[in-house]
T-cell receptor, first 112, second 112 residues
Framework: GENVEQHPSTLSVQEGDSAVIKCTYS??????FPWYKQELGKGPQLIID?????GEKKDQRIAVTLNKTAKHFSLHITETQPEDSAVYFC???????????FGQGTRLTINP | DTEVTQTPKHLVMGMTNKKSLKCEQH?????MYWYKQKAKKPPELMFV???????INESVPSRFSPECPNSSLLNLHLHALQPEDSALYLC???????????FGQGTRLTVV
């Protein structure tokens, strides 16, 4: 089955700087890669996703890149703000398998 | 509207109790999921319902019993739980199985 590795487990950056979180996956059949943000006491919130026919996707300060050959994908957050502090999860899915497999999460802290 | 509503938000139950968690979505999604999340861990898939039929059971103990009364509702019936079952239980839905999933806020369950 699919296995998703996520790094780093914790990340601390100064407000205004960029943050990058990286994930690798094992199953070459995976074709859908979402990123979720989870704040304390809340459910995961979908923030951006990418499909295997696209190499990069951007939404304002957030971007995701995908390298299918290397089986890794990354989340980039620019101009970080205190409200970006949260736990971020990557995930991978082979839609035929009907389920998301999550990485272990990254706790991102933005220091003012 | 990407809202998935879960009730109750918090639940404390004894090991001999029977209780139910409820989940509702009105997005017309045909796939619904139950996940379990322990502290500082990623969500773990428990069940997938596709077109109101149970399509995936991730070897979940029988003390957890899912039910999908209609395309908008998903229940999780709980009976004879153990303290180690204490966790955040998350419901999610997606338009199709394995596609972008939207999570509810979760039910924080404590088994005493």
């Amino acid at each position: 089955g699919e296995n998703v590795e996520q790094h780093p487990s914790t990340l601390s950056v100064q407000e205004g700087d960029s943050a990058v979180i990286k994930c690798t996956y094992s199953d070459s059949a995976s074709n859908y890669f979402p990123w979720y943000k989870q704040e304390l006491g809340k459910g995961p919130q979908l923030i951006i996703d990418i499909r295997s026919n696209v190499g990069e996707k951007k939404d304002q300060r957030i971007a995701v890149t995908l390298n299918k050959t290397a089986k890794h994908f990354s989340l980039h957050i620019t101009e970080t703000q205190p409200e970006d502090s949260a736990v971020y999860f990557c995930a991978a899915s082979d839609q035929g398998a009907q389920k998301l497999v999550f990485g272990q999460g990254t706790r991102l802290t933005i220091n003012p | 509207d990407t809202e998935v509503t879960q009730t109750p938000k918090h639940l404390v139950m004894g090991m001999t109790n029977k209780k139910s968690l409820k989940c509702e979505q009105h997005m017309g999604h045909r796939a619904m999921y139950w996940y379990k999340q322990k502290a500082k861990k990623p969500p773990e898939l428990m069940f997938v319902y596709s077109y109101e039929k149970l399509s995936i059971n991730e070897s979940v103990p029988s003390r957890f019993s899912p039910e999908c009364p209609n395309s908008s509702l998903l229940n999780l019936h709980l009976h004879a739980l153990q303290p180690e079952d204490s966790a955040l239980y998350l419901c999610a839905s997606s338009q199709l199985p394995g596609s972008e999933a939207f999570f509810g806020q979760g039910t924080r369950l404590t088994v005493v």
